[in-house]
């Protein structure tokens, strides 16, 4: 039976070395800040679940046991305060909703501070009790489960619909976490099939992480291509208009009602969109609105409702809005990425500098008592009266809408 558990352990090891092996070619070719980070992280949590398993205590018997134990019992809350950072950073949104922001930020600090704590406590008591200070950070990493998952739940209901996928993810991590402490605390109440499910779903959990970080990276390469970094392209916009995005900001609103919350509607009115028309050609306008709608998503994130009004008009929709300051850095955000120059390509391949000139104009309102057109209508004409006053920017108003 023991060479049988060490087979699913190893089988388990050689599915963490091939992942391992990918984010080390990975940092061989892109050498960035997000692959390093993600070795790091393979690295540590990897680890964490390797010493769990008993593989190298079963394979090296002469290993010392308070080194051991130190590492089986601090990297579990480690690897899960890790897991919180980079979900934070995954998500985009620890900086718009105070609520994540908290989450993540107090629960990795208390974790971080858990593994100091049961350092010292293998240190010293490593021999007399070693169930219980491994019972105490399976319930550290448990909670560290617990608010990854929450975390990622309240994402997915704001709208960010990679984040549904994430919650698959926690879930395999909450299957390896309990089968791999089960088998550390309970070592002869486990079974065959428990290995092979903890195993699974160890790899699995390395595998979406994996999977889900391409896919969002995929998505920022996109936007920053769009947004001009690269010349020469001309797509569509992709952006939701008519009446599916005006199903979409109804969606937003029904979701902050539900949750008693405000909503907030920015529009942008891009008021110079065909100067270059006659010099450059009809078909920049195009080039133009795909990187002012890159730029867009960019500096709103992925969970805010974008589309297109009307040729000149973006609307951004923010949902469940609980505090004002949100959407002034928002709205500074959108300011700063919008109104950088950008190079169009016109007729004869030649090269145009378009410089955007824009008001914006943003409405706060109880979602619960709202209209949404009228919502936007009234954002459109603060933009308006912006450009009327020939005024680049248009400072944020609260709506009398709000006050019902």
Not at 202 to 209: A, E, I, N, Q
Request: charged letters at 15%.
């Amino acid at each position: 039976m023991q060479s049988l558990e060490n087979v699913v352990w190893s089988v388990m090891l050689g599915g963490l070395l091939t992942i391992g092996t990918m984010a080390v070619v990975d940092v061989c070719r892109s050498r960035s800040l997000s692959s390093w980070r993600s070795l790091v992280f393979l690295i540590v949590t990897g680890s964490s679940c390797l010493l769990l398993s008993g593989l190298p205590e079963d394979l090296f018997p002469w290993l010392p046991l308070t080194p051991v134990l130190i590492l089986k019992a601090s990297l579990g809350p480690l690897s899960g305060a890790m897991v919180l950072i980079y979900l934070g950073q995954w998500l985009g949104s620890a900086a718009d909703d105070r609520l994540v922001h908290h989450t993540i930020s107090s629960g990795a600090k208390a974790l971080v501070i858990s593994a100091i704590l049961i350092t010292a406590m293998s240190t010293l008591f490593a021999e007399v009790y070693q169930t219980e200070i491994l019972m105490f950070a399976a319930v550290l990493s448990a909670l560290a489960v617990l608010m990854a998952t929450l975390t990622s739940l309240r994402a997915a209901q704001l709208g960010d619909r990679l984040a549904r996928d994430m919650t698959m993810g926690c879930l395999f991590l909450a299957i390896s976490n309990s089968g791999l402490y089960a088998h550390q605390l309970l070592p002869d109440n486990t079974s065959f099939i428990l290995w092979v499910v903890t195993s699974f779903s160890t790899v699995m959990f390395f595998l979406t992480m994996v999977n889900l970080g391409i896919r969002r990276n995929r998505q920022i390469r996109r936007l920053e291509r769009l947004s001009g970094l690269a010349q020469g392209l001309d797509p569509a916009t992709g952006l939701p208009r008519g009446s599916i995005l005006l199903s979409k900001v109804d969606d937003a609103f029904w979701r902050s009602a539900r949750l008693k919350t405000n909503c907030t509607v920015i529009c942008l009115h891009l008021r110079n969109l065909y100067e270059l028309s006659d010099d450059a050609g009809h078909m920049v306008d195009q080039q133009i609105l795909s990187a002012m709608s890159a730029r867009m998503r960019r500096a709103v994130g992925f969970r805010c409702v974008v589309g297109l009004y009307h040729p000149r008009c973006f609307v951004v929709v923010m949902s469940a809005v609980k505090q004002p300051q949100v959407v002034g850095k928002m709205t500074e955000r959108l300011r700063a990425l919008m109104c950088k120059p950008l190079d169009v390509v016109g007729q004869n391949d030649i090269l145009h500098a378009f410089v955007p000139q824009f008001s914006v104009g943003a409405v706060t309102v109880t979602a619960a008592n709202a209209i949404p057109t009228q919502v936007i209508d009234e954002a459109e004409q603060i933009a308006l009266a912006g450009e009327r006053e020939a005024a680049t920017y248009q400072a944020t108003a609260e709506s009398p809408l709000g006050a019902r």
